[in-house]
């Protein structure tokens, strides 16, 4: 299915939303981008306040104390880290070493944002489709030649958690693993599923991570690879100098000490999901699809563009379509778990019109 006329492939769009809606971009009430609603942590503001006059000079180039942060949180080798200007900066350097290699698998449906990267260097893609309802990792049989594979745990849109198990046994058949990690922070310590501890044994594995997502600080672009130094050192030859700016280094080498705001957010998320999954399941034509992210996943009896207007147009919500996942389409959309009371904003706009179609 084609993207309607400037329809947005990101969630997030406010300016379009606020066009449709008729309204001020800040009277939106947002759950199409999967957002912390908790944040950003006061950490962040006061990093941000504390180095405006940094905005004079360069950024280090090296982004050694940023570096240094990363590396203490992960317990890892500053070498090992390589920031970028948002995940979907790190995104790029990665499809351009997948698109080298004979082709590329990616589990669908996809982030539109690695078909962007992917297409942009002109790989050769084979699709691996996740099926519905269950979204279960599927047999991966990998052809011969050099192989890259592209995935994302948590899966987006899904919310899927696929487990270490379930893919380690594949990085020996496969010359580049990229996981896009964007939204493991948001699961507790004990139930993440990340392989950073597994990238000494695997020089071909590439994790990417975002910090805007659970620190609530999109616009100010910030993410980090870990890999091998020699890989690293070759992105950092591809891009443009001074990549992160002085105030997103700032706020990041203090965000992944504040041990409280993670807390705060695994305990809200816990709570919040499981009750808007259970509210979500009592509406009719809706069937949601629990993960283990900030987003849930849903599928609807009726058209969920039409569904995306009406709430905007009187309630100044916005959700976001799957129209830009090919294999979802117009059943689909996503929300953001957000605060109880802007849930409840939502399941009162969805009951409304779900319960009153006319």
Partial sequence: MKLPVNQPIHGGNLVWAAALAGCPPSRILDFSASINPLGPPAGAIQAIQEHLSALTAYPDPNYLQLRQAVA?????????????????????????ELASLDCTY???????????GLKAFDATVVPVPLEAPTWEFPALAFAAGQIGWLLNNPHNPTGRLFTREQILPYLEQVALVVIDEAFMDFLPESQQQSLIDDLANFPNLVILRSLTKFYSLPGLRLGYAIAHPDRLQRWQAWRDPWSVNSLAAAVGEVVLQDVGFQQQTWDWLQVARAEMVQRLSQLPGLQVYPGAANFLLVHSDRSVTELQRLLLQRYQILIRDCISFPELGDSYFRIAIRTPSENQRLLQGLAEILLNPS
């Fill in 72 to 96: 203490a949180f992960h317990a890892i080798d500053p070498a090992w880290i390589l920031p970028g200007n948002g995940a979907a900066e790190l995104l790029t350097w990665a499809c351009r």
């Fill in 106 to 116: 990616l589990f669908t449906p996809a982030f539109s944002d690695y078909w962007r």
